[in-house]
């Protein structure tokens, strides 16, 4: 039984029989000699149990007999020190998860209804279109081939590094019904998607995909982009890009939609699928039936009921923002604010900007915290069903307040009749 060397892997006879060499230098370690001519190497070792197992290391020619050797020499050491079994190890990790994977497995049971959210109900349809979006434009990009067992703390801090930096910035027509989408990166959007991930993994270690949460403990940026608020040059320059001669080409879904945006606070969501019956004009307000934080009622100024005013409807379709061409509501809004940011020549305002914005106004002309949480429908601050029939008069004034002052601002002057042209 001689030393294993390249010579006598190369010199040894072909038989009819596959049959081993083993290296007198060290134990365990040997070659198979095939029929045809190929040269194998592996080691034999007894695992931690006790059983007696055989694990390919690699193909001669692939490898070198010394490479061979010190794969060996590793592997049992592995097994010496730890007491483990490299192949059952090497088995397990072929039949391993992926972060991909395990992203459509996490989305198939939110669909359920199995994940909660916050309020320790199951994710709504809205919440699960943006969760599709942060594992489809950030994970999967950065991750997604990754084995979720492999998954350490310096790959969530290079995720968080990746996406602060833009790593996975694009622009395209990946949105919902092909419409276009700015992905931008950035502080923000690193501490949210993360906290996402974060969520992902500890649904893993629920169902023993993983003992621990890799994204526990790792820092997040400060997410300053949602504390952004407008100045006056900055609401007097979207007034423009919604007003201007450009603005003609625009359809009356993404105007509506961008103003309604502006002088209401609400969130993106709820614009584009608000419907006509949650628009109550008597009583000031809007009466969203199905809001993040649940039913909502709306304190909502009269320069907003203006521009519903001059809205398009199409018999049949119940939406304030109808679609373009099919039935249900309008998918556009997210592209068209893009648009009219550009148009606008300003960065890093989104519809958040604006809600944010909306309550700086509030908080400006003395509103009080509470009064102004109303009006956002903050969890906190939603107006209760105590209103449903006739709204605070002083959330109505405060609506009318807020949203006359963010007009003024967006076009210098006061609201007597908003342009808002109906489609021809």
Same mark, same amino acid.
């Given at each position: 039984?001689?030393?294993?060397?390249?010579?006598?892997?190369?010199?040894?006879?072909?038989r009819?029989?596959?049959?081993?060499?083993?290296?007198?230098?060290?134990?365990?370690?040997?070659?198979?000699?095939?029929?045809?001519?190929?040269?194998?190497?592996?080691?034999?070792?007894?695992?931690g149990?006790?059983?007696?197992?055989?694990?390919?290391?690699?193909?001669?020619?692939?490898?070198?007999?010394?490479?061979?050797?010190?794969?060996?020499?590793?592997?049992?050491?592995?097994?010496?020190?730890?007491?483990?079994?490299?192949?059952?190890?090497?088995?397990?990790?072929? !039949?391993?998860?992926?972060?991909?994977?395990?992203?459509?497995?996490?989305?198939?049971?939110a669909? !359920?209804?199995v994940?909660?959210?916050?309020?320790?109900?199951?994710?709504?349809?809205?919440?699960?279109?943006?969760?599709?979006?942060?594992?489809?434009?950030?994970?999967?990009?950065?991750?997604?081939?990754k084995?979720?067992?492999?998954?350490?703390?310096?790959?969530?801090?290079?995720?968080?590094?990746?996406?602060?930096?833009? !790593?996975?910035?694009?622009?395209?027509?990946?949105?919902?019904?092909?419409?276009?989408?700015?992905?931008?990166?950035?502080?923000?959007?690193?501490?949210?998607?993360?906290?996402?991930?974060?969520?992902?993994?500890?649904?893993?270690?629920?169902?023993?995909?993983?003992?621990?949460?890799?994204?526990?403990?790792?820092?997040?940026?400060?997410?300053?982009?949602?504390?952004?608020?407008?100045?006056?040059?900055?609401?007097?320059?979207?007034?423009?890009?919604?007003?201007?001669?450009?603005a003609?080409?625009?359809?009356?879904?993404?105007?509506?939609?961008?103003?309604?945006?502006?002088?209401?606070?609400?969130?993106?969501?709820?614009?584009?699928t608000?419907?006509?019956?949650?628009?109550?004009?008597?009583?000031?307000?809007?009466?969203?039936?199905?809001? !993040?934080?649940?039913?909502?009622?709306?304190?909502?100024?009269?320069?907003?009921?203006?521009?519903?005013?001059?809205?398009?409807?199409?018999?049949?379709?119940?939406?304030?923002?109808?679609?373009?061409?099919?039935?249900?509501h309008?998918?556009?809004?997210?592209?068209?604010?893009?648009?009219?940011?550009?148009?606008?020549?300003?960065e890093?305002?989104?519809?958040?900007?604006?809600?944010?914005?909306?309550?700086?106004?509030?908080?400006?002309?003395?509103?009080?915290?509470?009064?102004?949480a109303?009006?956002?429908?903050?969890?906190?601050?939603?107006?209760?069903?105590?209103?449903?029939?006739?709204?605070?008069?002083?959330?109505v004034?405060?609506?009318?307040?807020?949203?006359?002052?963010?007009?003024?601002?967006?076009?210098?002057?006061?609201?007597d009749?908003?342009?808002?042209?109906?489609?021809?």
């Amino acid at each position: 039984m001689p030393k294993l060397t390249k010579s006598t892997v190369e010199g040894a006879e072909i038989r009819a029989k596959q049959y081993t060499l083993w290296c007198s230098d060290l134990k365990g370690f040997g070659a198979y000699v095939h029929p045809t001519g190929r040269r194998t190497y592996f080691i034999d070792y007894r695992s931690g149990d006790g059983v007696r197992r055989r694990m390919t290391i690699g193909r001669h020619g692939v490898i070198t007999t010394e490479q061979a050797r010190k794969l060996a020499i590793e592997t049992m050491g592995g097994v010496v020190l730890q007491k483990g079994d490299p192949l059952l190890e090497r088995k397990t990790r072929r !039949k391993s998860m992926t972060v991909s994977q395990l992203c459509e497995q996490y989305l198939k049971a939110a669909e !359920k209804g199995v994940i909660l959210g916050r309020s320790r109900r199951p994710k709504k349809a809205s919440t699960i279109e943006v969760d599709k979006g942060r594992i489809a434009r950030h994970i999967k990009p950065l991750l997604g081939s990754k084995l979720v067992i492999d998954l350490d703390r310096a790959d969530i801090v290079k995720f968080v590094r990746d996406v602060t930096t833009g !790593k996975t910035s694009r622009r395209d027509r990946s949105g919902k019904n092909g419409n276009r989408v700015l992905v931008t990166g950035g502080a923000g959007t690193a501490a949210r998607t993360t906290g996402f991930l974060g969520g992902i993994l500890t649904y893993a270690v629920g169902e023993g995909i993983i003992a621990t949460n890799p994204v526990q403990g790792v820092p997040l940026p400060a997410d300053n982009v949602r504390d952004r608020r407008l100045t006056v040059d900055e609401y007097r320059s979207i007034g423009n890009a919604l007003t201007g001669e450009e603005a003609e080409l625009d359809t009356p879904q993404a105007k509506t939609g961008s103003w309604l945006l502006a002088l209401t606070g609400c969130r993106l969501g709820e614009i584009s699928t608000l419907r006509w019956d949650e628009v109550d004009e008597a009583a000031g307000c809007f009466r969203l039936k199905d809001s !993040k934080s649940g039913p909502s009622v709306r304190p909502v100024g009269r320069e907003a009921f203006d521009v519903l005013g001059k809205a398009i409807r199409v018999p049949g379709n119940p939406y304030v923002l109808p679609a373009l061409r099919k039935t249900g509501h309008y998918n556009g809004l997210a592209g068209a604010w893009v648009r009219f940011m550009e148009r606008a020549g300003l960065e890093g305002v989104t519809p958040h900007t604006m809600r944010h914005s909306y309550a700086s106004v509030g908080g400006d002309l003395g509103f009080a915290d509470s009064t102004i949480a109303a009006m956002l429908g903050h969890a906190g601050g939603t107006v209760t069903s105590r209103y449903v029939h006739r709204l605070d008069t002083v959330l109505v004034a405060a609506a009318n307040k807020i949203a006359g002052e963010v007009y003024r601002q967006m076009t210098g002057r006061t609201a007597d009749v908003l342009e808002m042209p109906r489609r021809a």
